[in-house]
Structures are given as structure tokens and as C-alpha cells.
């Protein structure tokens, strides 16, 4: 398994703790201590508190960017070239969870604006991937 691979299972386990931990819990917790029905909740978290309308977000946009990053590896998989991928994958990760922990710490002004920095992070790595990937596709692009 390639770093990438890694990377990918690591965004996956990211997806899903954000899911159980910041959104099962506080509803569970609700529904089973608090007596409220499953019914009551909503997609967005709002009803149980910003915090978790913050975490609810911030796994949307995970699961929002989840295919790309899998698309790229199976591309890169498909043409043995994951070490294309490997270089940049820790960063991207990193770049990834910080984003959603700024997401889910406030939404101020400020985290909004580090926020975006984080996602500008992957755009940029996402862009040097597809260019390194269509690269092999066509070999004049990279040149």
C-alpha cells in the first residue's frame, strides 16, 4: 500500500469520526437521554447547537471532496503511478483535518479566512496531481 493509499483510508476514518463522534453522539445522547425523537433532527445539526451545525458542515464538505481524492488514486492507480500522488499526500491530509477542526472550532471571521487557506492547500495539491496524472496521459503537457 503507497502513502497515498494510506491517505486515503486516513480521509475515509476522518469522514466517519466526523459523523459518529460529532454528530451520533449529540444525537444519540439527545434522543436516548433527553427524549427526543429521531424524527426531530435535521441534516444541517442546527437544532442541537451551532457547534454541531458546524460539524455537520464540515463533514458535508468532507464527503463533498471524498470522490475526487479517491478518483485521483484510482487514476494514478490505474496507471502504477500512485508515487505521483505519494509526495504531497501527507499535506493534503493535514491540510484536510485542519480544515475541518477550524470548521468545527468557530465561525468567525477569522476561521473562515484560515478556513479557506486550508482548502486553497488542496486545491493546489489536487491541480499538481491532475496535471502530473494527465502528464503521463499526454506527454506534451509536461513538457
Do not use: K
Amino acid at each position: 500500500m503507497s502513502t497515498i493509499h494510506v491517505v486515503l483510508l486516513g480521509f475515509c476514518a476522518w469522514t466517519l469520526l466526523l459523523v459518529v463522534v460529532g454528530i451520533g453522539v449529540p444525537r444519540l445522547y439527545h434522543a436516548f437521554v433527553r427524549g427526543r425523537s429521531p424524527t426531530e433532527f435535521t441534516p444541517q445539526g442546527s437544532e442541537l447547537g451551532p457547534v454541531v451545525a458546524r460539524v455537520a458542515r464540515a463533514h458535508a464538505n468532507c464527503v463533498e471532496n471524498l470522490p475526487l481524492l479517491a478518483g485521483l488514486v484510482l487514476v494514478a492507480q490505474a496507471a502504477g503511478a500512485t508515487a505521483l500522488l505519494d509526495p504531497l499526500a501527507w499535506p493534503f491530509l493535514a491540510a484536510r483535518i485542519a480544515q475541518s477542526l477550524v470548521h468545527i472550532a468557530s465561525g468567525s471571521a477569522a476561521a473562515i479566512g484560515l478556513r479557506f487557506a486550508f482548502f486553497f492547500v488542496q486545491v493546489v495539491i489536487y491541480v499538481v496531481w491532475i496535471v502530473r496524472l494527465a502528464a503521463l496521459a499526454c506527454p506534451a503537457l509536461g513538457a
